[in-house]
């Protein structure tokens, strides 16, 4: 399994020993009765990293599902669903801090889930374009741009036209992006966050908005 990087590690690649079982869980005595609590049958996967390098935490999970296991294949894909929780948490994270959320005053429950639903596209794109980028950076930037975007975007930035016949790179756009939103790109600053990025593709949004404006204007 690819364990990804963060501030206190860098990535590695981890070999798993993976052991499951059918257990069953008693319910407490002093509820039981009471409540007429019953046993739960669960499933018991234990999930444990095999020789891991001594300056890490290695992993090691307790997982418990009621999904039924009925090969070694089953347990694989429970193990690699819970490996989602970080990148879901991740995307629950952009929506919360980069997109703001949690700090819109709407009135009524409609609205609100109106502006979750847009957002939460938003929230999508932004985390798409951040992992895309560190994945494949010197990937075309027209994966996620379209040309129009792109040229505008290095426009602002550079403050004339792009003088290359191929696009530029994904790396290059999320950094302008970034540079769009705030972000100064020292020395030691790091990759920029989903607030600069959210920022940034505002700014370019209301950049890319006010050119269709002013094309259409012309053409008219």
């Not at 319910?27 to 300056?55: G, Y």
């Not at 792009?162 to 705030?182: C, D, F, K, M, Q």
Request: proline letters at 6%; glycine letters at 4%.
């Amino acid at each position: 399994m690819e364990v990804k990087r963060n501030p206190t590690r860098p990535s590695r690649i981890a070999t798993l020993e993976i052991r499951y079982q059918t257990v069953t869980i008693q319910p407490p005595q002093n509820r039981a009765k009471k409540e007429q609590l019953t046993p739960i049958t669960l499933q018991a996967i234990l999930v444990a990293e095999v020789d891991p390098p001594t300056e890490v935490e290695p992993i090691s999970w307790l997982l418990l599902t009621t999904l039924e296991i009925t090969s070694l294949e089953d347990v694989k894909t429970y193990v690699q669903w819970y490996c989602y929780r970080w990148l879901i948490e991740r995307y629950h994270y952009v929506l919360k801090s980069g997109c703001g959320i949690e700090k819109l005053q709407l009135e009524t429950a409609q609205r609100l889930e109106m502006a979750l639903a847009t957002y939460s596209i938003v929230a999508w794109r932004l985390l798409w374009l951040t992992y895309l980028a560190r994945c494949s950076p010197d990937a075309s930037c027209e994966q996620v741009l379209e040309t129009h975007e792109w040229q505008i975007l290095y426009a602002t930035i550079h403050h004339q036209l792009y003088p290359h016949t191929s696009p530029p790179t994904l790396a290059e756009v999320v950094n302008w992006i970034a540079r769009l939103g705030g972000f100064l790109g020292r020395k030691g600053d790091g990759s920029p966050g989903v607030k600069v990025l959210w920022r940034g593709l505002s700014r370019l949004h209301d950049l890319v908005q006010g050119w269709l404006i002013c094309q259409s204007l012309v053409v008219n």
